[in-house]
């Protein structure tokens, strides 16, 4: 048999190249903000392209030049004023806060976004669209973004003496300053909640040690410890879903007997034994659940051996004679 002669081999097509962005130059000319970019000159000082929309960094004192040259040439909408904390980005350097500007304009149906760098103040451009006087207070509400000339800048969505900016990387995620406006009878001004003043679980409450002070000089907020009274005894009766032994904890079961339970957990730690010695409801009659009760206690976050309020006072007595043995 004769064997059919094969085609000569190619090599395989390279792939194509990936794309190279456009140069500045290049999106300067671009139809839809050619006018524009034009009248505002070398204020635009970078650019990029991303899902097709165009980016234009701005020279922050020119900004409101820049935006009353867009708003000319058709882009009369401001959609949108926000601002963006940077302090926590990976390798940034450079400004901590940058301002962006979303434009539309309905006769090129399409959008162009304004970008300034800033480390606290740009001029407003109030003047240029009304509506920037609402997007600029809230930016200055969250971010403590200042702009310049505004007509009233003041907050918009906190309250005036509201510590610090929430949107701020640097705020703390859980909160402060819940109430010193609306209750100055518990709250001193500029204050949080502290432990016990707002009947929540002791470890939902943040505390700061020390003098009330203003946002910004105070320590970091702290899961509220210390001494407290039991809030909620009502709930005393109450065997919660968790009150069940597991193999870490095999005492904590609340139809065990206290000797029982107490042999269970003899070879533990401090923490263990006084685990033990609770009621194991898991009511929060005290505050925590029995685990955390214990724990406050061998932590020394609470001295008040009186809180389990279902033990009664064999839980007490036990709680006493461990804590007296250690």
């Known amino acids: 048999m004769t064997e059919t002669p094969q085609p000569p081999h190619k090599p395989a097509a390279a792939a194509p190249a990936a794309p190279v962005g456009r140069s500045l130059d290049e999106i300067r000319r671009d139809p839809l903000i050619a006018g524009a970019a034009e009248r505002a000159g070398d204020a635009i000082t970078a650019a990029k392209e991303f899902a097709g929309e165009i980016t234009l960094t701005v020279d922050r004192n020119r900004i409101v030049d820049v935006c009353r040259a867009f708003k000319d040439d058709g882009f009369n909408y401001l959609v949108d004023l926000t601002g963006s904390d940077y302090s926590k980005y990976p390798n ?9 500007y979303t434009l539309y304009s309905f006769r ?75 209750y100055p009878e518990v709250f001193p001004e500029g204050g949080g909640p502290k432990a016990g003043s707002t009947g929540k679980d002791v470890k939902d ?23 407290k009274q039991a809030p909620n005894p009502e709930l005393a009766g109450v065997v919660a879903e968790t009150a069940k032994p597991t193999e870490e904890a095999p005492w904590h079961d609340p139809e065990k007997p ?46 008040d051996l009186t809180l389990c309020v279902p033990g009664e006072a064999e839980t007490e007595s036990m709680l006493k004679k461990l804590m007296g043995a250690n």
């Not at 009304?130 to 969505?157: C, S, V």
């Not at 003899?266 to 009659?285: V, Y």
């Not at 005290?286 to 609470?302: M, N, Q, R, S």
């Open 108 to 182: 090129k149906n399409n959008r162009v976004r304004l970008k300034v760098w800033t480390d606290e103040a740009v001029p407003s451009v109030s003047g240029v669209w009304k509506t920037a006087n609402w997007h600029e207070r809230e930016t200055w509400d969250m971010y403590g973004i200042r702009f310049d000339g505004h007509p009233n800048l003041e907050r918009i969505l906190m309250w005036e003496g509201f510590n610090g900016f929430p949107l701020r990387k640097d705020f703390p995620i859980r909160g402060i300053d819940t109430g010193a406006r609306i």
């Open 258 to 303: 206290l000797a029982e339970r107490m042999d269970l957990a003899k070879n533990g730690g401090l923490k263990d034994r006084l685990f033990a010695a609770m009621a194991q409801t898991d009511c929060t009659a005290c505050g925590w659940d029995c685990e955390g009760y214990a724990e406050a206690i061998a932590k020394g976050e609470t001295k």
């Open 205 to 227: 409450v943040n505390i700061y040690q020390g003098e009330w002070n203003r946002y910004g000089t105070w320590p970091p907020a702290q899961i509220a410890g210390g001494e």
């Open 92 to 100: 940034h350097s450079g400004p901590r806060f940058a301002v962006a």
